[in-house]
């Protein structure tokens, strides 16, 4: 099966700040990796597919990139609502596979 | 407008089995690939189960051979029968469905439900 590790796990930064969360896979996945956002309580929300496409009415401050076993999710200009778990999930087989999540914590 | 509606979590002893259901409105059940992720007390996301429009399903190793997904076509409905239930399925559980983009390779989790809690303890 292929495993998910993203990083860090937690992570501070204030409003305005430019982030990134790394995800890695432990075999190449080509393009087929999606970010989610989750808040507490609610369920996740998609974010990017194909590890770099914005899902609709997802905000251009998000981006993603990568391809075969590492990919990244920018944030730039981090808004007080952007503060949240983030998730990567690969689908290229089955099980389909989350990472372990990055909490994006206010400083 | 599309919405998800989780239903049948609870308190179940271990070894127990619980069904739980997604009620769907505003697009067909049958019609759409469907999916299972849970998330225990504190963790982390955990995908579970796909069932696909044609029929095929697809499990976590986790919980293959324990659970089950299906649909109801009358009932615009999802469900997960769960048997053999353990303190680690503690959880609540999200259905949601799966889209695709215009390739048709890119599966796009563009719905999901509240969840429904489910609690495995004796």
């Known amino acids: 099966n292929i495993q998910m590790t993203q990083s860090p796990s937690a992570m501070s930064a204030s409003v305005g700040d430019r982030v990134t969360i790394t995800c890695r896979a432990t075999?190449?996945?080509?393009?087929?990796l999606a970010w989610f956002q989750q808040k507490p309580g609610k369920a996740p929300k998609h974010l990017i597919y194909?590890?770099?496409s914005l899902q609709n009415g997802v905000p251009s401050r998000f981006s993603g990139s990568g391809s075969g076993t590492e990919f990244t999710l920018t944030i730039s200009n981090l808004q007080p609502e952007d503060f949240a778990t983030y998730y990567c999930?690969?689908?290229?087989?089955?099980?389909?596979?989350f990472g372990q999540g990055t909490r994006l914590e206010i400083k | 407008e599309v919405q998800l509606v989780e239903s049948g979590g609870g308190l179940i002893q271990p070894g127990g089995s619980l069904r739980l259901s997604c009620a769907a409105s505003?697009?067909?059940?049958?019609?759409?690939?469907m999916s299972w992720v849970r998330q225990a007390p504190g963790k982390g996301l955990e995908w579970l189960s796909v069932?696909?429009?044609?029929?095929?399903?697809y499990y976590a190793d986790s919980v293959k051979g324990r659970f089950t997904i299906s649909r109801d076509h009358s009932k615009n409905t999802l469900y997960l029968q769960m048997n053999s239930l353990r303190a680690e399925d503690t959880a609540v559980y999200y259905c949601?469905?799966?889209?695709?983009?215009?390739?048709?390779?890119?599966?796009?989790?563009?719905?999901w439900g509240q969840g429904t809690l489910v609690t495995v303890s004796s």
């Open positions: 194909a590890a770099s």
């Open positions: 999930l690969q689908h290229n087989s089955f099980p389909i596979t």
């Open positions: 505003g697009f067909a059940v049958s019609s759409n690939y």
């Open positions: 069932l696909y429009s044609g029929g095929s399903t």
């Open positions: 075999q190449g996945i080509s393009n087929y």
């Open positions: 949601a469905r799966v889209n695709y983009d215009s390739s048709a390779y890119y599966p796009l989790f563009d719905s």
